[in-house]
């Protein structure tokens, strides 16, 4: 497991009696004349070119796979070592994975936007094959045997006169120090052994075993705990401090000042706790009050002057025809939480190298490691960040903080591990939360409901602030005796996008408008979670598919299939409604059927989502009865890694879309517990159904975030389909469903 790794390269080969691959006979041959000419390389191969970058084969007759990627519960290093496996012809046990070591692994950035599988596991497949391809070179020179005569089975290539030699044979201990050519075709679909298959995720035993260390609960030998006192609002500022008594507390080792950053380091987690709570008791503040209320955050959206409007796509209407009716409506989307289970928590030890060793549940260990050299003036060798697993990570939450912060606090005690783990409250008050939006659909429609123009405004502020090497982007090095300054942040562009991440409507269109009032300004910190805008244009796009459906009097999947030429978004849409039976589908009372699509980021995953619910028209409560998803992941390595995603996403977007919302007021926030930000409860899952759709051959697709906005849309769309109210503001909990069943007359 990558929490387990030497604390140096040179011992890391000595553990692994890694001899890796050698190549004493030089091999003129295409593969290293075409090297020479740079060619674009595919996936993540483009950025770590060298193989020995991301493969060892070592003496034990094992394979080591080195990824960027991290794991974060989606599966990701059973995947790659699926597809290592495959390209190698060795056994999957075979395949040891280390990953997010900034000291040894290639760096492929964040671990983010879906891209682990078509960057990653693309690169993998590539450079597994090309090594495969270069043995067997190897190994015809051996055996006086045409490469083409040869074969491999689990690592062992057997000539056709009998002869073998094994790929552990061929290593002669140097590295295998040649860039990647991506000239080596991987395997046919028709000869894969575990791509395609339901492999069981290497890093699930472990887990269930209680044996997996995950950062929250890793104790290495002389471990010091911290604790930090934070401000009581974003702009509050230290005049004062009981340093000199805290001092003296039981257990405390350090009280460490710098600024308006306070902390305390102690011999026992109890002790350190005790501690600042009487250090935040004496402390003084100055406070000011700037924020606008949760209530008032979508005024203030469309009230604030955009930094920046963005033309997302602009295409006039092809058709000279007035549009015989205007329809428009506009959708709202609050700000969440990650609301992680367990919190936000690291380790640092300043060695006496020099090198500070952080150990991180940091979705972008090398850029968070950048900037926390930035911040404590050190230089990006001398901070090697390792990946551990945490509880809870999808997007930018609190981990990269947390890693920033232990690293300050160790800075004070050299030579000794400090570990730092947020509260509770100051997890919820101090993450970086996804961003609320304001989006505007507005579409003239001709008598047949047929879209002549269709306008789409986003209102937004950012959804990127991650560390990016950049210390301003990290809590604490904003409260430091020299701040760091945040960085303005910025909004990306095509085709990842990011508060107009599917603000590009997949339908075809007569006119098509897409503008983005981009508002840097940030009320309350903000930053990526799971999907980022996708979540809320989806909402909005596929919500206001209904309303047009409704409005020309058709089916809502039948309108759906009228704008859409995509093959294989049709195909989606139309398997998830046969699976959810949506043409046998019997209307009760009370009950109703809805249906979303999207292709994620408009490159990755197709999904389509259908619910089922019931509404209590006493109370306002939405009971979702069943889900149904229909997903094109390209080619599927893994199913049952598939289905757990496109369910997760599911499932994390009904929390989302039925209960979540940080709530604020002019000065602090104010969701600080389970109680004032709640989650859905597992009693409140309906059960899931995914269908797969399996294309061999096709390049792999992300599927993480796919399901998360046409779950949001199916679920409004069923609400509207059983009570007759159309609700546009999320979330749909059972006082503001209530509210607009009141007003209608329906309770």
Not at 110 to 121: K, N, R
Not at 147 to 161: C, E, H, R, T
Not at 330 to 345: D, E, K, L, W
Not at 403 to 419: C, E, K, N, W, Y
């Amino acid at each position: 497991m990558p929490n387990q790794l030497p604390t140096t390269r040179r011992s890391f080969l000595k553990t692994t009696g890694y001899l890796s691959l050698a190549f004493a006979i030089p091999l003129e041959s295409a593969l290293s004349q075409a090297a020479n000419a740079k060619p674009r390389l595919p996936g993540d191969l483009q950025n770590n070119r060298k193989l020995s970058a991301w493969l060892r084969v070592n003496a034990n007759q094992t394979v080591t796979l080195l990824v960027g990627k991290v794991e974060l519960g989606q599966g990701i290093l059973t995947a790659v070592s699926q597809v290592c496996a495959d390209e190698l012809d060795i056994d999957f046990q075979r395949v040891q994975v280390i990953s997010g070591d900034t000291a040894l692994v290639p760096n492929e950035g964040v671990t983010a936007g879906s891209f682990s599988m078509p960057y990653c596991a693309t690169a993998v497949q590539y450079a597994s094959a090309e090594v495969r391809s270069i043995l067997l070179e190897l190994a015809a020179e051996k055996l006086n045997q045409p490469v083409a005569s040869l074969s491999v089975q689990d690592g062992m290539i057997l000539g056709s006169n009998g002869t073998r030699i094994a790929y552990w044979d061929l290593v002669l201990g140097e590295s295998l120090n040649r860039e990647a050519t991506g000239l080596v075709k991987p395997k046919p679909p028709h000869q894969h052994r575990y791509i395609g298959q339901s492999v069981h995720r290497i890093d699930l035993t472990p887990k269930i075993l209680g044996e997996a260390k995950f950062v929250q609960e890793h104790r290495p030998t002389g471990l010091l705990f911290g604790h930090l006192v934070r401000p009581p609002t974003y702009a509050a500022k230290l005049l004062s401090a009981n340093v000199a008594s805290v001092q003296k507390m039981p257990g405390v080792v350090k009280v460490v000042r710098n600024g308006s950053f306070l902390g305390v380091i102690a011999k026992r987690e109890e002790q350190a706790l005790a501690a600042a709570n009487t250090l935040s008791a004496s402390a003084k503040w100055e406070v000011e009050k700037k924020l606008p209320t949760h209530e008032g955050i979508f005024d203030w959206l469309r009230s604030t002057k955009p930094n920046r409007v963005i033309e997302t796509k602009i295409q006039p209407r092809l058709s000279a025809e007035a549009s015989v009716k205007t329809i428009e409506a506009t959708y709202y989307r609050p700000y969440h939480m990650h609301a992680s289970i367990g919190t936000s928590a690291a380790i640092a030890t300043l060695g006496a190298d020099g090198v500070m060793l952080i150990q991180t549940h940091s979705q972008s260990v090398f850029e968070t490691g950048i900037a926390i050299a930035k911040m404590l003036g050190l230089e990006p060798s001398k901070v090697r960040c390792q990946h551990m697993q945490g509880a809870g990570c999808y997007g930018h939450n609190m981990a990269d903080d947390a890693a920033a912060d232990a690293a300050l606090l160790a800075m004070a005690v050299p030579g000794q591990p400090v570990r730092l783990q947020y509260t509770r409250e100051q997890e919820h008050k101090w993450e970086p939360y996804g961003s609320a939006m304001v989006i505007q659909t507005k579409a003239g429609v001709d008598a047949a409901g047929n879209v002549l123009d269709w306008d789409l405004q986003i209102w937004s502020t950012p959804h990127g602030t991650r560390p990016g090497g950049e210390p301003g982007n990290l809590v604490s090095a904003r409260y430091l005796e020299k701040p760091f300054a945040q960085p303005t942040p910025t909004n990306g562009g095509p085709p990842n996008y990011a508060a107009d991440r599917n603000g590009i409507a997949l339908y075809d269109f007569a006119g098509h408008q897409v503008l983005t009032h981009f508002i840097t300004d940030m009320p309350v910190r903000v930053s990526s979670t799971r999907g980022l805008g996708a979540y809320a244009n989806v909402f909005a796009i596929e919500s206001f598919m209904d309303e047009l459906a409704l409005a020309a009097n058709v089916d809502p999947l039948t309108y759906r299939l009228r704008f859409l030429k995509d093959e294989r978004a049709r195909d989606v849409l139309q398997k998830a409604a046969d699976k959810f039976g949506w043409n046998s589908w019997k209307h009760t009372p009370n009950r109703g059927r809805g249906i979303g699509f999207a292709r994620y980021k408009n490159i990755a995953g197709y999904c389509a989502v259908a619910l089922e619910v019931e509404v209590n028209l006493r109370n306002g409560r939405i009971r979702v009865i069943r889900a149904v998803a229909a997903a094109d992941s390209g080619h599927i390595v893994n199913p049952d890694g598939v289905s757990n995603q496109i369910e997760g996403g599911l499932i994390q977007s009904l929390s989302w879309s039925l209960k979540e919302e940080v709530k604020f007021d002019d000065t602090q926030i104010l969701s600080t517990d389970w109680n004032s930000y709640p989650i859905l409860t597992f009693s409140e899952i309906p059960p899931v159904e995914v269908v797969l759709v399996n294309r061999p051959g096709a390049p792999f697709l992300g599927t993480g975030e796919a399901s998360q906005g046409p779950t949001s849309a199916a679920l409004a769309n069923a609400v509207f389909d059983a009570t007759g109210v159309r609700f546009r503001r999320l979330p749909l909990t059972p006082e503001r469903v209530k509210q607009g069943l009141d007003k209608k007359g329906t309770a």
